[in-house]
């Protein structure tokens, strides 16, 4: 799927804010949060299962399922459909339970 989903100007929005998608410059706006900001740029798959490595995407919407979880600035297991974007966030596809660090 390519292009942008979002509405246009159809509703009052917040400060244009820009985030990095797997690497990439993505524009949203305050108060969006990542799962919307993701869907509407058509990337549906947040994560890989740990053990089989299916694709996961977003599932319930209110954060309940974790289905969403993905790695924002460097910390695993954030759920996409409750974290409000931030402008300089960086956002990346979790590979089964992400990337550990040792202490």
Known sequence: MSGDLRLGDAGARGRRVVLSVDGKPV???????????????????????????EARGYYCGMGACWDCALVIDGR????????????????????????????
């Open 27 to 53: 524009t949203a706006f305050e108060g969006e949060t990542v799962a919307g900001v993701l869907l509407a740029i058509g990337h549906i798959v947040s994560r890989t299962s740990p053990t089989r490595r």
């Open 76 to 103: 695993p297991n954030q759920r996409a459909c409750v974290t409000p974007v931030a402008d300089g966030m960086r956002v990346e596809t979790q590979s089964g339970f992400g990337p550990t660090r040792l202490a």
